[in-house]
């Protein structure tokens, strides 16, 4: 076998279906986007129906307020946790399998729902319907799998307004429901909607080929659900229990404490849970922050709006509607995100993700300053909550598009996972927010109690201030290579297949930051992976076909190599042979000197290596990261030192010590040695 060349023969070769004709193409492609937006409609749509109905639920339930809030609570909890647990079995064992599992899981919870009158059966029918919250980023990633590439931007668009327009057509829909049904219509409205939307992914989604496989990482994910229930519960719950009252603080601490314990756990696993090595990249980890600091902006939207079209004139600024009033009031920031959308595709094609989110974080912030100061009127109040909804639909739209272009293909849900639960972790601290700033001021008007105008107004200050920060984030992700545009020529339909394989050392030896590269014979990237713990990886093909290999690892000479792949093919091992390294020689005046020190350090002064001279004087060390450094030989009486450029090749550095001289009158021969 060649060096640079190798051939994969496998069980069996998968074509991608490029055979299909033009119109029916784009036919199957609508079909598709429009069934997975529905998808997130009915998502949103079980979220937003029970709100307007928690005032009267106490009483219809038999209990207090306190307990009834647990029914957003446990659909925020339960969706939270299972978000990453079903988008890294949707990249392991199949997207739509996945899908249609979280669909039965929202079904069954309406179906309990709408049977049940106890509190705790109804709380448990919620629980269950948060498992419905993974089928965005699901539904995100198969688009990516499924659509042409100039159409993923729409649809990723589509799929993200959906949300906004489930919620609002819940709100006027709960007022309905309100006023003319029993309060169980809720759950049998979102359970018959549900089985349409299982009938329809049955039917119209196809199971994506790049499935991964191997085996799940339940330590990770039992760890990682309890420390992420833990955090979300003190969010949630906090304004309920007191922010400083002795629970609050436990569970808050107890989750931190198992998320610093869960990130080395996840760095150590095969197949983990959330690819922390990918997160930390700059790309996506930028994005992810943004992520968070959007969702918070978007509910204090749709927390605000509410309260100042809701409550009572007396307040001195609320406008007193009822809740039907309220909800149709409310349905233009979901029809905003529906007319954006397209908006923001062409954009996203146009001008990047990036800019349409700096634009779009503009947007928001500018809207919620001016709101600061237009919010005595409905048409003002409207006006200005349509403006963020606008907004927020150009950064929904350009959030997953940023992240599918920093992460390999293989990943795509669980990134898009982590990327959505961070958005939703944004709008429950939006929450938590809110309720601490409107008990903290507040005004009483005869018997009753209302949130200041001053708190409702601080929360939009708070909310432009996330908005700005996070266009700050897209201003620093402009210039980042992971995010620009795929290239033109890079395949732009269904990746058919997934070829995996190992990186190891010629000591056969994990190399764990090793990147792997798979590119056409034309030079466009196809798929790319970063290897787990134990050296594996996984990458999508379109196809069969000869395709360049690139394999790299900091610290380590490439390797590239053509190799012929067709569908579930085994690459095999592919090892790097040379570690780079810093290597030399010290002399003094009267020849080589054996048993002399060397060290590296950083020009901020942290020791990185260490090594002694043999017998003919020679040292070798691993060569550090790319950077600039102090290198230094010495021995008991004397010293030179050398400033190092470190840049992507071996080194070869040989060092001079001084004639012996006192310690305090040693003066080091500082040289600069820059290799490219």
Do not use: C
Not at 167 to 188: E, M, R, T, V
Request: aromatic share 6%; charged share 15%; no cysteine.
């Amino acid at each position: 076998m060649s060096k640079h060349m190798f051939t994969i023969a496998t069980r069996s070769s998968v074509s991608p279906p490029f055979d299909i004709s033009a119109s029916e193409s784009s036919s199957r492609s609508w079909i598709v986007v429009a069934t997975l937006a529905l998808t997130g409609t009915v998502v949103s749509l079980q979220q937003t129906l029970v709100l307007p109905l928690l005032p009267d639920l106490p009483e219809l339930l038999g209990t207090t307020a306190d307990n009834v809030s647990w029914l957003v609570t446990a659909t925020l909890l339960f969706g939270a946790i299972s978000i990453p647990t079903v988008t890294r079995l949707a990249d392991m064992f199949g997207k739509k399998r996945m899908m249609m599992v979280a669909l039965a899981a929202m079904v069954l919870g309406s179906a309990l729902g709408a049977l049940s009158t106890d509190l705790a059966l109804v709380i448990t029918a919620r629980a269950m319907q948060g498992v419905g919250l993974s089928l965005v980023p699901v539904g995100i990633a198969i688009m990516r799998d499924e659509l042409p590439r100039e159409r993923v931007p729409l649809g990723v668009a589509l799929m993200s307004a959906s949300l906004a327009i489930g919620s609002g057509a819940g709100l006027p829909l709960s007022g309905l429901i309100a006023a003319h049904l029993d309060w169980h219509a809720i759950f049998w409205v979102t359970g018959v909607v549900g089985m349409v939307v299982l009938a329809a992914v049955w039917r119209v989604i196809d199971e994506s080929p790049v499935q991964t496989g191997g085996s799940f990482d339940y330590r990770g994910a039992i760890v990682g659900t309890v420390a992420l229930t833990a955090v979300m519960l003190a969010v949630s719950k906090g304004a309920h229990w007191g922010w400083t009252s002795r629970l609050t603080i436990a569970l808050a601490a107890a989750g931190v404490l198992l998320l610093i314990v869960w990130v080395p756990m996840e760095l150590r696993v095969r197949n983990p849970l959330v690819n922390v090595r990918v997160a930390a990249r700059p790309p996506v980890f930028l994005v992810n922050l943004a992520s968070l600091l959007l969702g918070f902006a978007m509910f204090a939207n749709m927390l605000v709006t509410p309260q100042l079209l809701q409550l009572p004139v007396s307040s001195g600024y609320g406008l007193g509607f009822d809740v039907l009033s309220t909800g149709l009031w409310m349905a233009p920031i979901g029809l905003i995100f529906g007319v954006t959308a397209p908006v923001s595709a062409v954009l996203i094609r146009r001008y990047g993700p990036q800019m349409t989110l700096l634009a779009g974080a503009m947007i928001m912030a500018g809207s919620y300053v001016a709101r600061v100061y237009l919010s005595d009127s409905v048409w003002q109040i409207v006006t200005g909550a349509v403006l963020v909804g606008a907004g927020t639909s150009m950064t929904y739209a350009a959030l997953p598009t940023l992240i599918m272009r920093a992460v390999p293909v293989t990943e795509s849900a669980s990134a898009n996972g982590l990327n959505t639960l961070l958005r939703y972790i944004g709008t429950s601290t939006a929450s938590a927010v809110m309720a601490a700033v409107t008990t903290m001021s507040v005004q009483r008007v005869a018997d009753d109690v209302f949130p200041s105008f001053g708190a409702l107004l601080l929360v939009f200050w708070l909310a432009a201030a996330a908005s700005l920060t996070a266009g700050l984030i897209a201003l620093s992700i402009l210039g980042l290579r992971e995010a620009q545009e795929e290239s033109p020529e890079q395949p732009g339909r269904i990746r058919a297949a997934v070829a995996r394989g190992r990186v190891l050392s010629k000591s056969e030896r994990p190399i764990r930051r090793a990147v792997v590269t798979v590119l056409t014979q034309s030079g466009d990237q196809v798929d790319w992976s970063q290897v787990d713990s134990a050296g594996d990886f996984s990458v999508a093909i379109p196809g069969s076909g000869r395709y360049l290999v690139v394999t790299a690892a900091e610290g380590w000479t490439p390797d590239s190599r053509l190799a012929d792949l067709v569908a579930e093919a085994n690459m095999g091992t592919i090892i790097l042979n040379e570690r780079l390294t810093i290597t030399g020689t010290v002399t003094d005046p009267r020849g080589p000197l054996a048993g002399a020190v060397v060290v590296l350090t950083r020009q901020s002064g942290e020791a990185v290596a260490t090594a002694k001279t043999g017998p003919v004087g020679s040292y070798e060390m691993p060569l550090p990261p790319n950077g600039r450094y102090i290198l230094t030989a010495f021995t008991h009486i004397s010293t030179v030192a050398r400033a190092v450029t470190v840049w992507g090749g071996s080194l070869v550095l040989d060092l001079e010590l001084n004639e012996p001289t006192e310690l305090a009158a040693t003066t080091a021969r500082v040289d600069e040695a820059v290799v490219q």
